[in-house]
């Protein structure tokens, strides 16, 4: 289970590797490259990740998401939990008061119709699942994707 960006880099290096890929694509190293100084908040964010509603379910601890917000001066509020996709309810949610509600269009398609009425009075984002979950070539374009969703969001 990929649960870091290096990780990702490193299991990313051994498929391309076991499928004969001979050269290294270029969009493996602008991945790597975008990374090294993503655009990070000056003072940490705090998020909440839904990623599911009825249950609804939270990033938790060690996940893949969870490194890519936290490497962008976001950590996730669940971050410590005992499990890595907990359910939570949502009044509990609400009350923890995050700066932000991130709601990704992957694995539940969060839309602005869909998720950002249940946290009233609470900033949301809704973020590309693509460039916060998938490792692959998004990623190249992920940090900037990310960082302009969050920077957008009013406190």
Same mark, same amino acid.
């Given at each position: 289970?990929? !649960?870091?960006?290096?990780?990702?880099?490193? +299991?990313?290096?051994?498929?391309?590797?076991?499928?004969?890929?001979?050269?290294?694509?270029?969009?493996?190293?602008?991945? %790597?490259?975008?990374?090294?100084? /993503? /655009?990070?908040?000056? %003072?940490?964010?705090?998020?909440?990740?839904? $990623?599911?509603?009825? /249950?609804?379910?939270?990033?938790? !601890?060690?996940?893949?998401?969870?490194?890519?917000?936290?490497?962008?001066?976001? !950590?996730?509020?669940? =971050?410590?939990?005992?499990? !890595?996709?907990?359910? $939570?309810?949502?009044? +509990? *949610?609400?009350?923890?008061? /995050?700066?932000? *509600?991130?709601?990704?269009? %992957?694995?539940?398609?969060?839309?602005?119709?869909?998720?950002?009425?249940?946290?009233?009075?609470?900033?949301? =984002?809704?973020?590309?699942?693509?460039?916060?979950?998938?490792?692959?070539?998004?990623?190249?374009?992920?940090? +900037?994707?990310?960082?302009?969703?969050?920077?957008?969001?009013?406190?």
């Amino acid at each position: 289970h990929v !649960r870091t960006l290096p990780q990702a880099f490193t +299991e990313l290096d051994r498929v391309l590797t076991a499928c004969g890929v001979r050269s290294r694509p270029g969009w493996l190293d602008a991945a %790597e490259a975008a990374w090294e100084a /993503p /655009p990070a908040f000056q %003072e940490p964010r705090t998020a909440v990740v839904p $990623i599911w509603r009825r /249950p609804w379910m939270v990033l938790g !601890r060690d996940t893949f998401a969870g490194d890519l917000l936290a490497r962008l001066g976001v !950590r996730t509020l669940y =971050a410590d939990h005992s499990e !890595r996709y907990p359910r $939570i309810p949502l009044d +509990e *949610v609400r009350a923890a008061r /995050p700066d932000v *509600v991130v709601l990704p269009d %992957e694995p539940y398609r969060f839309t602005a119709d869909d998720g950002p009425e249940a946290f009233p009075g609470l900033p949301c =984002a809704l973020l590309s699942g693509r460039h916060l979950t998938w490792y692959g070539p998004s990623l190249a374009k992920a940090p +900037e994707v990310l960082g302009r969703a969050l920077r957008a969001v009013r406190r």
